[in-house]
């Protein structure tokens, strides 16, 4: 596609229940990062994809955080029994990794999640 | 633990000023940096990046300065257009890792016209 493609753009829930958000990269894009912003904050790191592999989940705040890419393509972040303190921006990006390691991030609109 | 800092949380200026927005790290190890531009209700958008090994990039309006010795960079904006109202991020990161970005927490610019 064009961009980068999130759904659903606003998600309310209540607390306990599970949520999945998806992300739809850019074509062609071989890396995928799923990042947090809470209010005032910036973009904060939760996992990143190279490919079908999380390269690094370092970011993923407890085993409550789930995601998911099997085809390396899109990708599902999945969140269990949401708590109150989930809620929050939540921005996929994608980028073709240049050749020097250097990566330009391309965001989408974000996810807004919201548990009550 | 905040390792990219904006501590200025909003700036404004007069339309055709400078917009100076300013950023600070403290990790010695990023070598590559990023300015993202936010509008209400959609993603960050690139804006203009540097690699440690300059001190300096511009594309039109838009400048940044790199200063490693002090851990410093800063992003100028000539002249400043009520379209540029929006959020700032500062991003770095550590080439070759191609995993993590480490954000600020932004700067709110406002543009009067």
């Known amino acids: 596609g064009a961009g980068v493609s999130q759904t659903p753009s606003n998600k309310v829930t209540e607390k306990g229940k599970y949520v999945e958000l998806r992300c739809d990269p850019i074509?062609?894009?071989?890396?995928l990062y799923w990042y947090r912003q809470s209010l005032g904050q910036g973009p904060e790191f939760l996992i990143y994809?190279?490919?079908?592999?999380?390269?690094?989940d370092s970011g993923l705040p407890n085993d409550r955080f789930f995601a998911v890419r099997p085809e390396g393509s899109v990708s599902t972040l999945k969140i269990q029994r949401t708590e109150r303190g989930d809620s929050a921006m939540y921005l996929c990006?994608?980028?073709?990794?240049?050749?020097?390691?250097?990566?330009?991030?391309?965001f989408g609109a974000g996810s807004r999640l919201t548990v009550l | 633990d905040q390792q990219v800092k904006q501590n200025s949380p909003s700036l404004s200026v007069q339309e055709g000023r400078i917009s100076i927005l300013n950023c600070d790290y403290t990790?010695?190890?990023?070598?590559?940096f990023l300015w993202y531009k936010k509008y209400p209700a959609e993603g960050p958008t690139f804006l203009i990046s540097?690699?440690?090994?300059?001190d300096k990039n511009e594309d039109g309006r838009f400048t940044v300065f790199l200063n490693k010795s002090a851990k410093h960079l800063s992003l100028h904006i000539v002249p400043s257009q009520p379209g540029d109202s929006a959020v700032y991020f500062c991003?770095?990161?550590?080439?070759?890792?191609?995993?993590?970005?480490?954000f600020g927490t932004g700067t709110s610019l406002t543009v009067i016209p």
């Open positions: 540097i690699s440690s090994i300059k």
């Open positions: 991003a770095a990161s550590i080439p070759g890792t191609g995993n993590q970005f480490y």
């Open positions: 074509s062609g894009h071989t890396a």
């Open positions: 990790n010695s190890m990023f070598d590559y």
């Open positions: 990006a994608s980028s073709l990794t240049h050749s020097s390691g250097a990566n330009v991030l391309t």
């Open positions: 994809f190279q490919g079908t592999g999380a390269a690094d």
